[in-house]
Structures are given as C-alpha cells and as structure tokens.
C-alpha cells in the first residue's frame, strides 16, 4: 500500500473514500455539515456515518470519542474501521484528514503514524492457499492511504514514513507466522535472512547448520532440533548504520518453527497453533529488514535460533543433560520447555560471537503469560529499568503494550540442577513466566538485558487492526526503539 502526506485539504484530493473524524460534543467541519446525512453522524469512538455528497464520492464520518481521550491507539482503531469501510465499497484508495492534536493525548505526528500504522496492519490478508474463480475479479484492496495535514504536511512526514515502513515490515511477520510449518522450516527462514542481506549493503548474513551448531557447542539448539529432519539454522544478520565504535544492540527471536512439545508432547487440541512459535524470531528478522530500509544511524546484531521440535527415536529425552553453549549444564526434565534452551545458546553467541552490548529477546515462551497478561500486554522481564522503562515506552507509542514481572532470586532458585547446573523446568507450579526468564538471564553475561514474552500478544489478540490470527508483535516496537534512540 502506498502511503502519503499531503498539504492539501481534504475536499482537494482525489480518492475513492473521504475519512474525517468527529470528537465527542463536537461539530462536523462545515464542509460536510450540510451535506445529506450529516445530521446522523455520531461521535462515540468506533461509530460511523457515510454520507454521498454527489453522485460519486463517499465520506466516511468516524467517531472519536472524547478529545482529551484520544490518542495514537484509538487513531490505530478508526484506521482499520475505516479500511474495513473502504473494503466494502471496494475503494481503492482512502484520504484521511489528520484530526486536530489540540487538547488531546498526543501529538499530529503520533496521531499520523496511527492512521499509517491501522491502515496497513489492517490490509493484511492471508488468502493464498484460498482458491479463486480465475475469472472473478480479485478481491478489493486498498492501494493507496493520503494523509491530509494542510498545518502539518511537513512536520509528519517522518513519522508516517517510519510507521508505514514498520507495519509492512509487521504485515511481512505476520505472513511468515501464519506460513504453516510445511512451508516455513528453519531454513526458509534462513533464506529470508539472505534475502534481506541480499537487498541491503548495510546488512550482513551468517548461517550456521546443523554440524557447525554442534561442533561449536551449542547444545541447546542441536538438543531441540535433534528430534527432526528439518535442518536447525543459526540465524544472524549484522546491520551496520552507526559509528563503528558504537553501541550494538542484540535483537534474539525464538523461531521454533513447530512445537509439537518433543517428547513431552503436548495435547492435541489447537496444536496446530504451534506454527506460530517462530514469531519472535520473524519479528527480529523483518525489524532488521525496517531499520535496513528506514537507514536508521545505529549498529544491530540479531540472532535467531531456528529448530524444529519434534518427538521421534533420534529426540531429545526428559532427563538429557546438555551443555549450553556459555559452558553450562542443563537438565532437560521437560522437552516442551525448549524455547529457553535455544534462546540460551543464541543469547551467549549474539554477545561473544556478534558483540552486542545490550540484548533484547524475544519468543513464545511460555502459556502462563498468557494467564497472566492475557493477549493485551506481552510480559517484560529485565536486569535493568532503565533498559526497561525504554523498552516500555516504545510499546506505549506502537500499541505493543508490556507489563513489567518482577525477577528474584527466590524464583531462581526453582532452576537449580539436581546433577547438573540448571534445569529447565521446575517441578513446582509456578510463576513460569518468572522462572523461564531467570532462566535466559543465566546466558546473558551480565549485559543490559529485556525479555519479551509474547506467548499472549503473538497470535489471536483480536484488536480492530490486527483481528485474529497473526499480529507481528515487536516488529513495529523495536523500530520505535532505535528510532527513538537516535532523537
Ligand atoms: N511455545 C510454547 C509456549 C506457548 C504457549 C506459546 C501458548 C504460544 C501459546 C513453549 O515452548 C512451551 O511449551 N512452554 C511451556 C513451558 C513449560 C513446559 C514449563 C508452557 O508454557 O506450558
Ligand atoms: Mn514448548
Ligand atoms: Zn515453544
């Protein structure tokens, strides 16, 4: 979808759909207020009016609710109401006037980047495998969103850019977590990495394969992917946009391309969701590929172990002791627990091996965040809040909300190893989330450290721009963080 600001004021552009907000209390801009049906239009937030003022054109009124209300989020929403609107009508393209920031919970760069951001994730279809009359016409689409701004063309021009450029990247996640795991392997998902590193000079790509993750010690990854036939892969791609000499942020994605359990294998129900337990690890490789082609002026490493976990007479067993690559021995009492177990291994190599001197993770990592968090914030764990409190602030602004869990010493203590140094699961019912984090911070060399545990937030949250099924939870929240961090 083609995204654009413009100066001009909305009854001058040409496109198939008009969108103009209304706030609570408020009156209907006089463009529109004698038009035929203006007097039914309705300012609750979510609420819409079409009115025909000629033959042809359409506008769409969309209630914003209270202005002291209304922030980038709620603007995310009436994107993907109106797309949903314009989709009806088979619209091809949609012109939004930017809604005045006066008075309300954000400013008209944040509000633009919501409008860019709810149009594009709201595009996003996954119909491939859907078979289509050939001589049907295809389904509508929406190919280009205008930003009217006559005050403000300039100003937020940035901002939409980086916002359209974060959701397609987000719309790309997404298409790799709802790509069954026929399709996508750990070495699809390699070959995504060249491709990104083949359309960017600045990006660098590195593979290792089964043999090399073994023979390099790394036997968290080569235990987990021991039970398949599918290739592991060691994912890294370096992006090379800062000074040399400074700092390297370490992105880590889990890409379990299915998890079935291993041979603690899980119930069968929904199990087909397993699919989606490569979404950080997509969500890492497709925010690279943004901040490759935003140019943003920071150095990336990012690492994403990729494996298959399968149940099979080559499989891992509860009871395997591993040793990490870091050195550390591990008891793997649950085979279902295997997330950590990559993550470990790609934790200590993004550090040692690719130099980063601060780490974010990322991965479906455990169901109890889900109980937690529900699907509304994914859980945040860090050994520094300052590393969090950013973190946080750049989800508050995407809409990829955290919630921060606490670490201490006494959850720690429930990965102890009977035989060996940890285990990887407790026997005790608790704070899994908690436990598993305690877990991954055990490989990160004392850097400054943030886990994302989007179990929750990666599938099936059910937000108007988003709907269900894949959401590319991260994508768009570590653009903002590098962004951000060069402002
Ligand atoms: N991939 C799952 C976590 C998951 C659950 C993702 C639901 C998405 C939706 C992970 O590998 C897993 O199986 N975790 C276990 C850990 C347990 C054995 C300690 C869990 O959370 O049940
Ligand atoms: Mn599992
Ligand atoms: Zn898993």
Redesign the pocket.
């Known amino acids: 979808m083609d995204v654009e600001v413009t100066g001009q004021p909305l009854e001058a552009v040409d496109a198939d759909l008009q969108v103009v907000g209304l706030m609570q209390g408020e009156e209907l801009d006089s463009a529109y207020s004698d038009l035929p049906g203006a007097r039914d239009v309705r300012s609750g937030f979510r609420k819409h009016t079409l009115l025909r003022p000629d033959g042809d054109r359409r506008v769409l009124v969309i209630g914003l609710g209270k202005r002291e209300e209304l922030d980038a989020e709620r603007l995310r929403i009436a994107a993907a109401v109106s797309v949903q609107q314009a989709v009806n009508y088979e619209a091809r393209s949609v012109a939004w006037t930017l809604p005045d920031a006066d008075g309300t919970a954000a400013d008209p760069a944040a509000f633009a980047a919501g409008i860019a951001d709810g149009a594009v994730l709201a595009s996003f279809r996954f119909d491939r495998f859907k078979s289509r009359d050939p001589d049907d016409p295809p389904p509508p689409a929406i190919e280009c969103l205008l930003i009217s701004a006559p005050d403000d063309a300039d100003s937020i021009q940035d901002a939409v850019t980086t916002a359209h450029v974060a959701a397609e990247a987000a719309n790309r996640a997404r298409e790799l977590q709802a790509l069954p795991a026929n399709f996508v392997t750990p070495t699809y998902l390699a070959n995504r990495a060249r491709e990104i590193a083949d359309a960017y000079d600045s990006v660098e790509v590195e593979v290792l394969g089964r043999d090399e993750i073994t023979q390099r010690g790394m036997g968290g990854l080569a235990a987990v992917a021991k039970g398949s036939e599918q290739e592991p892969q060691l994912i890294s791609l370096r992006y090379s946009g800062g000074p040399s000499d400074g700092e390297k942020l370490g992105l880590v994605g889990k890409a379990?391309t299915f998890?079935t359990?291993g041979i603690?294998i899980?119930p069968s129900a929904r199990m087909e969701?397993?699919k989606?337990?490569m979404s950080g690890g997509a969500a890492v490789l497709e925010a690279v590929a943004a901040i490759a082609e935003l140019g943003v002026p920071v150095n990336v490493v990012a690492c994403v172990p990729s494996a298959e976990?399968m149940p099979s007479g080559t499989a891992t067993r509860p009871g395997d002791i591993i040793t990490q690559l870091n050195g550390k021995t591990v008891e793997v009492t649950?085979t279902?627990?295997?997330?950590r177990l990559i993550l470990a291994d790609a934790l200590t190599y993004c550090v040692r091996e690719l130099g980063a001197n601060r780490l974010v993770d990322i991965a479906?990592?455990?169901?109890?965040v889900?109980i937690a968090l529900g699907t509304t914030y994914a859980g945040l764990l860090a050994n520094e809040d300052e590393w969090a409190e950013r973190i946080t602030a750049a989800g508050g602004r995407t809409g990829e909300i955290v919630w921060r869990l606490p670490l201490h010493p006494e959850f720690r203590e429930l990965i102890d190893g009977k035989d060996s140094d940890l285990v990887n699961?407790?026997s005790k019912r608790k704070a899994?989330t908690i436990y598993?984090a305690e877990f991954l911070q055990e490989f990160t060399d004392d850097v400054p450290w943030a886990h994302l545990d989007i179990?929750?937030t990666?599938?099936d949250v059910g937000r108007a721009y988003v709907g269900n099924g894949p959401t590319g939870f991260g994508v768009r929240l570590f653009v903002d963080l590098v962004t951000a961090s060069t402002e």
């Open positions: 379990v998890d359990g603690s899980k969701e397993m989606m337990d976990n649950n279902d627990a295997e997330g479906t990592l455990t169901g109890g889900l699961t407790s899994s598993a179990a929750g990666a599938w």
